[in-house]
């Protein structure tokens, strides 16, 4: 019993040292915490403040709320960064953080702007086109918002610190930082081993994408705004470097794929049906698919797409491949049937390689080809591209008359009108021309159409009072002033340019003997709330239905992404040819099929083609450059490994979603390293010199 006494004495006596040890660590930690803060406020408020700042981007795009693993990829980013601040002296350490929370702060800012209209993140090859930005600058009022503005607390909250800190004399108080053993590597210490927490969070597919660049909010979500922003500036100079390394595994792969997946050269009903044909394309600016079948206040928005798509084959479910190189990149897509690059725009920073082409294709069979833009030819350095990509004449805008602005530029009824004549000149010249076209008056912010057009934007309708039974008509605003409302105008507009076309062309005689192929350049790239609030909305109250309301129908993201479809039409004036043209193909398709299906048309080969001739093959799918993919069955979402079903009477498996995700990885990788790497001239030179020797 004594025993048992004492046994109980000495465990509580260890148990109250126990106790009495952890509170002495709690105050040593409490006296330690507030000893670094006092003597490192600038450092503590920088490193604080720019991970509230990561966090709250990807909490306000990809609402990634509770992961772990970007906290501690930008903790460790800001603290290798923050800990350099101690070379300077505590009176000029301000100078270095603020320079920092400035470049930081608007890293994120301009990545929360750029998400909110382009749902993905912006990239530092971007800066490499920053000119582009220049004709488009009054768009920025309209796709800044106001949430926008919350990461500049930041810079502000340091300035003012920095200033009470001054008046209070604590530069001249406050110990060095050997005194208060922080140190550089002490910084550096802290910040290896947060990345080393960091790092064994992740999988090898996680390294993969890093590496590739190409899946932009995956890369986010798990490393962090900052990681993948430095990434990214690596990945930006690969224009530079990476032809320098990795060629023979990116050779290999190229040889590969294209025996796994030749192009089909059987044949089929629409072989040569447009041969010796004059084709003029027409680049519809920012056109949606949509909009051919709506109607605002019982005016139709596309009257002539939607004739012209009933008249000849019409691609009804098509989808641009663009990504930040947005209409040169469905330019460099529809001409050579390969996916944009990666990093950067082929336009811009990959436009001295070789790539077969639509234009080459046709010049090799006695064309003219030529294409027509009025803007700058310094915009998206098509004045270079276009030589590249084989065009004989670039028409820009010194070649036209700018006699009527709307938007950006010359109008588009005014450009139609002077390119015929222009083309009637060609035509007196050249037996067989192609020509492209490229439309301006459709470009964001879709502004300068406010009252010359017949689209009443407002919401008219009679209420009736239930007292007294008096009828008064309402008229609500409706889409007036919203970014929607705007870009119904100018697609209006557009449509009747098109039209107007089409008819200038056809009393010159430029009909005969011609088809046109019309195809959306890329989605408006307006927000998804707009389009919520479009149809979802309440005249009564003259705003969205509450989603609590029956009638409210939210618009997913996945209905927004289906919804970016863009039109896709091959015309002609010619009887006997539209009827045996005149279909509507309603299964998926993309850009980088148009030029091995125009191709089997025209009569010539593809070999190094991506897509397919959709009249040849049963496999119908296409390849985002985020590695996001569509087929018949399904959307399949990369970012959050998620596939939704098209078809409910239609099960699919997960072999059926790793057969194309694989697919679409290997497209993605296959068509960079031919950009990168100039592999189909290498390929090509290479095998010159082997049948030479043999």
């Given at each position: 019993m004594k025993c048992a006494i004492m046994f109980e004495v000495n465990r509580g006596e260890k148990m109250k040292e126990f106790w009495n040890k952890f509170l002495n660590v709690l105050k040593t930690a409490k006296e330690k915490t507030?000893?670094?803060?006092?003597?490192?406020?600038?450092?503590?408020?920088?490193?604080?403040s720019m991970v509230i700042n990561s966090t709250l981007l990807r909490c306000l795009?990809?609402?990634?709320?509770?992961?772990?693993?970007?906290?501690?990829?930008?903790?460790?980013?800001?603290?290798?960064?923050?800990?350099?601040?101690?070379?300077?002296?505590?009176?000029?350490?301000?100078?270095?953080?603020?320079?920092?929370?400035?470049?930081?702060?608007?890293?994120?800012?301009?990545?929360?702007?750029?998400?909110?209209?382009?749902?993905?993140?912006?990239?530092?090859s971007l800066l490499a086109t920053s000119l582009q930005l220049v004709g488009?600058?009054?768009?920025?009022?309209?796709?800044?918002?106001?949430?926008?503005?919350?990461?500049?607390?930041?810079?502000?909250m340091l300035i003012f610190v920095h200033r009470k800190l001054l008046k209070s004399g604590y530069y001249s108080k406050v110990k060095v930082a050997e005194k208060l053993r922080l140190s550089v590597l002490k910084c550096l210490v802290a910040a290896a081993i947060i990345a080393?927490?960091?790092?064994?969070?992740?999988?090898?597919?996680?390294y993969g994408?890093?590496?590739k660049q190409w899946n932009r909010e995956y890369v986010v979500m798990k490393f962090g705004i900052y990681v993948y922003q430095a990434n990214d500036l690596i990945a930006s100079l690969k224009p530079q470097i990476s032809p320098l390394f990795g060629y023979d595994k990116a050779a290999k792969e190229f040889r590969e794929y294209y025996e796994e997946y030749p192009q089909d050269d059987k044949g089929n009903e629409y072989t040569d049906i447009l041969k010796g044909k004059n084709i003029i394309a027409i680049h519809a600016e920012s056109f949606q698919n949509y909009v051919l079948d709506t109607e605002i206040n019982g005016v139709e928005l596309a009257p002539n797409m939607k004739r012209l798509a009933s008249e000849g084959m019409y691609f009804s479910n098509f989808y641009a491949q663009e990504s930040v190189g947005t209409s040169s990149d469905s330019e460099f897509t529809y001409s050579t049937s390969l996916l944009p690059a990666s990093s950067g725009t082929v336009f811009v920073s990959y436009w001295d390689r070789y790539y077969p082409s639509l234009q080459k294709y046709l010049k090799d069979d006695d064309y003219y080809v030529f294409?027509?833009?009025a803007n700058k030819g310094s915009m998206w350095n098509r004045e270079v591209m276009h030589e590249q990509l084989g065009y004989d004449r670039f028409y820009n805008e010194k070649d036209y008359n700018i006699d009527e602005t709307i938007g950006l530029g010359l109008s588009d009824k005014s450009f139609f009108k002077q390119s015929v004549q222009k083309i009637k000149k060609i035509k007196?010249?050249?037996?067989?021309?192609?020509?492209?076209?490229?439309?301006?008056?459709n470009h964001t912010p879709f502004e300068g159409l406010e009252d010359k057009t017949d689209l009443d934007l407002t919401y008219k309708y009679t209420k009736t009072d239930p007292e007294t039974g008096e009828e008064t008509e309402v008229v609500n605003n409706y889409l007036k002033g919203t970014t929607l409302g705007n870009y119904f105008t100018t697609v209006h507009y557009a449509d009747q340019a098109i039209g107007e076309l089409v008819d200038e062309l056809d009393k010159e005689g430029l009909l005969e003997n011609t088809v046109l192929v019309i195809y959306g350049d890329h989605d408006a790239k307006i927000k998804r709330s707009e389009y919520d609030y479009y149809y979802n909305y309440d005249p009564e109250t003259d705003s969205k239905y509450s989603k609590d309301d029956p009638r409210y129908k939210e618009f997913t993201k996945y209905d927004y992404e289906l919804n970016r479809k863009?039109?896709?039409?091959?015309w002609t004036k010619d009887k006997s040819l539209q009827k045996k043209i005149n279909k509507e193909i309603t299964t998926v398709t993309g850009m980088y099929d148009v030029l091995p299906t125009l191709a089997n048309m025209i009569g010539f080969k593809t070999p190094y083609a991506l897509g397919h001739d959709v009249f040849s093959t049963d496999d119908h799918f296409v390849v985002f450059p985020n590695g996001n993919l569509i087929t018949d069955k399904m959307y399949y979402d990369s970012q959050n490994d998620e596939a939704i079903m098209l078809k409910e009477d239609e099960a699919i498996g997960k072999d059926y979603i790793e057969k194309y995700s694989d697919r679409a990885e290997r497209e993605i990788t296959v068509s960079n390293d031919i950009i990168v790497h100039d592999l189909i001239k290498k390929t090509t030179e290479s095998d010159k010199v082997i049948k030479g020797g043999n």
């Open positions: 507030i000893f670094f803060f006092k003597n490192n406020v600038l450092f503590a408020l920088f490193i604080i795009t990809v609402k990634n709320f509770t992961a772990i693993s970007p906290i501690l990829a930008d903790l460790a980013f800001v603290l290798f960064v923050g800990s350099f601040g101690y070379f300077f002296k505590p009176k000029n350490r301000f100078k270095y953080y603020f320079s920092w929370s400035i470049i930081l702060t608007l890293i994120c800012l301009i990545n929360s702007i750029y998400y909110s209209n382009y749902v993905s993140f912006t990239s530092f488009v600058s009054d768009a920025l009022e309209t796709i800044m918002e106001i949430k926008d503005f919350a990461y500049l607390w930041a810079p502000l080393g927490a960091f790092i064994s969070t992740l999988t090898p597919t996680d994408r890093l590496y294409s027509m833009h007196e010249k050249h037996d067989k021309y192609y020509g492209l076209l490229i439309m301006l008056t863009v039109p896709f039409i091959i």
